[in-house]
């Protein structure tokens, strides 16, 4: 395994040598590591103890399972970022899914760093608006520091193979094949933004799609007197050669791809061509399309390439046209930005397993927060990127070879949990009904995500069969779950605390407008994190560097005392602490000024983590299908699970543990800032 053509088929010669030479003379043998994103260790033991995890249960037996100590705020871009570079948030400087530009106040993705405010120079041609990238502008790089622990190794001649590994996007410059995770975009850029054609008109009364939304016309062009053809269009990357210097893309902004849908006359099928005959295929009702190639071109075609890969579900085509378009990803086999290390990796994964879900959270959790999709829609879809999933780990494990280093990540449990608690609880299947619950709906889904775990039980079976003997196995996840049946709109509490003061005449704001920045002290952005207005930092920041201790110190205190007037005594915040207290190293102080630490049950309301103050109740129920269940609270209430089929001497291990633990295999130091210790040791 390797980044050059010349180290993806092993030459003959050294397979000989391999062949002929001893176990001890061939060193240690390898490690394959299986990250399965949220597994519980409390429902893992149920399960188990059930026996409906035979292969789990096994490997607890003969080797080890323990709780693994998760990141703290315990979110997945922060607990991989962890375990990839072995330091904690305040040395690689990813503390949230969101962060905030002191500049503006404006919510950003974590993967993003603020911007620098270096100027770019930009030069018109032909119409186009085009960079000059020699000009010192900003460069997409991955916000993320420190070393990962696969260039060390890869370093040492170890051969390595990272699949999807969760906040790598964009993939950062690497000798070893990677495959970006979480946190990948579609090829518009954002986290996936999918497609809704429907000819009903009811849909435009819907707010807060997520979507594209088409409402169109089925009109009658071949004279017949019976509607059969829509023309419309499917939208594509930003069109960014002719987007003024930083002018965010509006509607009319991006390229787009002519799309024909026919209607047949009689049966619940629909014909479809994407980009005038050069895609197309035939769905009826209820089923999902194959990936379609999409060339958007338009911008120097022959220089630049835009295509991506896009498929379709056609949910009804009677009374009403209802057609989903997957987020159009981007196209392994001639990707428009690099997905992989090397760059090419990802073609050579292409001709290898055709293609493959790109975006780095290919779930369509959109749609079903939407109300488009219900959950049979949903749970057909998530069977789409299991089978992925399945297959990019046979190719892992038909690759591995003695003394190889691979990790595998699985996105099996999470986004499960976190969209179908509402049905029941797995954890405490004796817990009172979920606000989400649908007395009418939600039976038909007792126990889906229990039958997620055993799925995974299986695939678990899958490796063991796979590996070589001598091969050192470890399984974990990077956080586990609780219900979430309350919200606090954070920003809400803050104004009526007097920390956060709204415009004369506002009774709801955003970090947009509404704001009177002048008499504000603190304000919330991201799920876990509190921001000081900070004298010097922020824009308009009043808080004097001299006064922000003292303050802290109150915001927390309070928020601590905190209870919920819905169960009286209950504590909605186990801690708030000061950054400057859990962190440690070189990007402390981009940190957000507080991490809150909610309690089992709780979270920051949606609103609140944009930076948005709702004028409702502090503290709300959660009752809308979306994160029902959830980690996004104190760490030592959804810490993950660590198994391997070696014993473990001790307990309490965290996830830079883990990145310790594979440098020590190969008897390598820790590289600079890595803070973890070996858990075998």
């Not at 299991?386 to 595998?408: E, I, K, N, T, V």
């Not at 009043?542 to 922000?548: D, G, K, L, R, Y």
């Not at 409702?616 to 269940?629: Q, R, S």
């Amino acid at each position: 395994m390797s980044s050059s053509l010349f180290r993806w088929i092993r030459p003959a010669l050294l397979g000989a040598v391999i062949l002929t030479a001893s176990p001890s003379d061939a060193g240690p043998p390898g490690v394959f590591v299986l990250g399965i994103d949220g597994v519980d260790p409390v429902v893992l033991q149920r399960l188990m103890d059930e026996g409906r995890m035979p292969n789990f249960a096994r490997l607890a037996r003969e080797g080890e399972f323990q709780s693994l100590g998760t990141s703290n705020p315990p979110q997945s871009p922060v607990a991989w970022s962890n375990f990839v570079t072995g330091m904690n948030p305040g040395g690689h400087g990813i503390y949230d899914f969101i962060h905030r530009d002191p500049g503006s106040y404006l919510p950003l993705s974590s993967a993003i760093p603020p911007p620098s405010g270096a100027e770019v120079t930009y030069i018109t041609l032909f119409g186009y608006v085009v960079p000059m990238p020699w000009s010192g502008g900003d460069e997409v790089v991955n916000n993320r520091s420190g070393t990962p622990w696969w260039d060390v190794l890869d370093d040492a001649g170890v051969d390595v193979e990272v699949y999807r590994m969760p906040g790598n996007y964009p993939p950062t410059p690497s000798e070893a094949l990677t495959l970006s995770g979480m946190g990948t975009t579609d090829v518009r850029g954002s986290p996936g933004t999918y497609t809704w054609y429907t000819d009903d008109t009811d849909v435009m009364l819907m707010d807060g799609l997520k979507a594209d939304l088409y409402v169109v016309n089925i009109d009658d062009e071949d004279g017949d007197d019976r509607p059969d053809t829509v023309r419309t269009e499917l939208k594509g990357p930003p069109d960014l050669l002719h987007l003024p210097p930083g002018k965010a893309p509006g509607e009319s902004d991006y390229i787009t791809a002519p799309l024909v849908i026919r209607v047949d006359p009689v049966a619940d099928a629909i014909w479809i061509d994407v980009g005038e005959g050069r895609s197309e295929t035939i769905i009826e009702a209820g089923e999902w399309s194959d990936w379609l190639e999409v060339d958007f071109g338009g911008m120097l075609e022959q220089s630049l390439n835009f295509t991506g890969i896009v498929r379709f579900y056609l949910k009804e085509v009677r009374p009403n046209l209802r057609l989903y378009a997957s987020p159009v990803n981007i196209n392994p086999g001639l990707p428009a930005q690099p997905v992989t290390t090397p760059d090419d990796g990802s073609e050579w994964m292409f001709e290898e397993l055709g293609h493959f879900y790109t975006q780095g959270m290919p779930e369509e959790t959109n749609a079903l927060r939407d109300g488009l999709f219900d959950d049979d829609d949903y749970l057909a879809q998530v069977e789409l990127v299991h089978q992925d999933g399945d297959a990019m780990l046979d190719l892992a494990l038909r690759r591995f070879d003695r003394g190889d280093a691979s990790f595998m990540y699985l996105s099996d449990i999470d986004l499960q949990s976190h969209m179908l608690w509402r049905h029941d609880d797995p954890k405490n299947p004796a817990a009172p009904r979920h606000p989400a619950f649908d007395p009418e709906h939600s039976p038909r889904y007792q126990g889906v995500i229990e039958g997620f775990y055993e799925r995974v039980d299986k695939t678990l079976g899958d490796v063991r069969a796979a590996l070589p003997e001598d091969a050192l196995l470890i399984v974990m996840s990077d956080h586990g779950f609780q219900a979430q049946t309350r919200v606090l709109h954070l920003n809400d509490w803050l104004v009526q605390e007097g920390y956060l003061v709204l415009q004369e005449g506002k009774t709801s704001a955003s970090v947009f407008d509404g704001i009177d920045w002048e008499a504000t002290r603190a304000y919330g952005m991201g799920f876990n994190g509190v921001y000081l207005n900070l004298e010097g930092r922020e824009r308009d920041g009043i808080v004097a560097p001299s006064e922000a201790d003292a303050l802290l110190s109150e915001i927390s205190a309070k928020l601590e005392a905190l209870t919920d007037p819905a169960q009286p005594g209950r504590r909605v915040v186990l801690h708030a602490r000061k950054s400057t207290e859990v962190y440690s190293g070189e990007r402390v102080a981009e940190a957000p000024d507080l991490v809150v630490g909610y309690d089992a049950g709780y979270g920051c309301s949606d609103a609140s983590t944009l930076g948005e103050i709702t004028g409702e109740p502090v503290l709300a129920d959660n009752d809308e299908v979306g994160f029902t269940g959830n980690h996004l609270m104190a760490p030592e209430v959804v810490p993950g699970i660590l198994l391997s089929n070696r014993k473990i001497p001790g307990d309490g291990h965290d996830l830079t543990d883990l990145t310790a633990t594979l440098l020590d295999h190969y008897g390598l130091p820790p590289a600079d800032g890595m803070v973890g210790t070996s858990i075998f040791k």
